[in-house]
């Protein structure tokens, strides 16, 4: 009899809500199911303020939903997931440390002898093409070097599951593609499950096996699941010129776009109120 893999991540029938300042309640997400298979890339899709990173944060267990459930590796999330990683789209280093030590720290926490964690530090530094840099403080690197010490600093704990929430947001397009190929490449070597949230189409649709596409909220809701059948391994400017990159690109643009306006007229009526 063959074993299955147990999924990495699983939301079933999730709504989230958060109660306002005036008492009344906001349903920011509603009734999402979502799954991410082990060693799998998905990307999460949607207009600004629908609800991706908040599905992102109910994955993590900083926010418990109001209905359904989360699962991780098939057993019901309690408090929050250790097994996963969280790269925010905000630096999260410190600046009094170094690089290497921003690195580090992430094992001397757990009790990783100083040594031991320095050493492991610097194969990471080097792996993410640093490895000159490990005295630098993060004022002293560019956005897209700090980027790359942040995702060692999660990496060098080998989580099962990479959550990201906008990782590569601030930088510009050039630095953004060779990020995303450093992220391909990395994730190519140890096959963890992804989920990464973007506004970027053609950055989801560059990186993942699979795009879901979110509503425009509240009561946001996932109303589009599509596979990525691109070959691997990718380079990220090279596959946007493939003709069903934009075969997949059109498609999915023709359900997202609607949901994007309606965004967009929501947040134009809620600031003339």
């Known amino acids: 009899m063959e074993m299955t893999e147990p999924t990495a991540v699983a939301l079933d029938n999730a709504t989230v809500a958060f109660r306002l300042a005036d008492g009344r309640v906001y349903t920011a997400v509603e009734q999402a199911n979502l799954s991410v298979a082990h060693g799998e890339f998905v990307a999460i899709v949607g207009p600004t303020g629908c609800g991706k990173s908040t599905l992102l944060n109910v994955a993590a267990g900083l926010l418990k939903p109001a209905a359904g459930t989360a699962r991780i590796f098939d057993k019901p999330l309690a408090g929050l997931n250790r097994d996963a990683g969280y790269l925010f789209q905000a630096d999260a280093l410190f600046p009094w440390k170094t690089a290497i030590d ?65 990782p590569f947001g601030p930088l510009d397009a050039q630095t953004r593609q060779i990020m995303g190929n450093l992220l ?70 023709s359900v997202l776009k609607d949901e994007v306006m309606k965004g967009y007229e929501q947040s134009s009526q809620a600031g003339a109120a």
């Not at 992430?106 to 964690?117: C, F």
């Not at 190519?188 to 560059?206: G, M, P, Q, S, Y």
Request: hydrophobic share 45%.
């Open 102 to 166: 921003n690195i580090a720290i992430g094992l001397e926490i757990r009790g990783t002898p100083r040594a031991e964690a320095l050493e492991r530090a610097h194969k990471w530094l080097a792996s993410v093409g640093l490895g000159a840099f490990a005295n630098r403080y993060p004022h002293m690197l560019s956005g897209g070097q700090r980027k790359r010490v942040g995702l060692a600093q999660v990496l060098i704990r080998d989580p099962k599951i990479l959550l990201m929430d906008e």
């Open 184 to 253: 391909l490449e990395l994730w190519t070597a140890d096959r963890k499950a992804v989920l990464f949230v973007t506004h970027d189409l053609e950055e989801a649709i560059a990186l993942a096996d699979r795009v879901v596409i979110m509503s425009a909220g509240p009561s946001a809701r996932i109303i589009g699941d599509w596979r990525i059948a691109l070959p691997r391994p990718r380079d990220i400017s090279e596959i946007r010129m493939e003709k069903d990159f934009h075969a997949l690109h059109r498609e999915i643009w």
